[in-house]
């Protein structure tokens, strides 16, 4: 679902850079939103990946009666994500102050 909400939200944004409009308000916060999806799916992939390690392990220890399993509950979820998010933030920012810089320079004669 979220993919698919970065895919749409991306599509808009693309559709308003072709149209010629690319410091907006829209344009800031669709980047702002995707950002944000990216961090939260990150979060999310992190605590589903740590709730499945700790679901299988008490699965297979209850089957195995006899000898040792070593399974790993810690999670090890790639940044990938969150670090898209943080960048896709800050390049908000970045349309935020273009697009300052852009009603300022309409307001000046």
């Given at each position: 679902?979220?993919?698919?909400?970065?895919?749409?939200?991306?599509?808009?944004?693309?559709?308003?850079?072709?149209?010629?409009?690319?410091?907006?308000?829209?344009?800031?916060?669709?980047?702002?939103?995707?950002?944000?999806?990216?961090?939260?799916?990150?979060?999310?992939?992190?605590?589903?990946?740590?709730?499945?390690?700790?679901?299988?392990?008490?699965?297979?220890?209850?089957?195995v009666?006899?000898?040792?399993?070593?399974l790993?509950?810690?999670?090890?979820?790639?940044?990938?994500?969150?670090?898209?998010?943080?960048?896709?933030?800050?390049?908000?920012?970045?349309?935020?102050?273009?697009?300052?810089?852009?009603?300022?320079n309409?307001?000046?004669?």
């Amino acid at each position: 679902g979220i993919t698919i909400a970065i895919l749409e939200l991306l599509s808009r944004m693309f559709r308003k850079v072709e149209a010629g409009e690319i410091f907006t308000r829209a344009s800031i916060r669709y980047a702002q939103v995707i950002g944000f999806l990216f961090i939260a799916g990150s979060l999310l992939k992190g605590f589903t990946a740590a709730w499945l390690k700790h679901a299988m392990a008490a699965v297979v220890m209850q089957q195995v009666a006899t000898g040792t399993i070593y399974l790993d509950p810690s999670s090890k979820g790639e940044p990938y994500g969150f670090v898209t998010g943080l960048v896709i933030l800050a390049l908000a920012e970045v349309f935020r102050q273009g697009l300052k810089l852009k009603e300022e320079n309409a307001l000046t004669i």
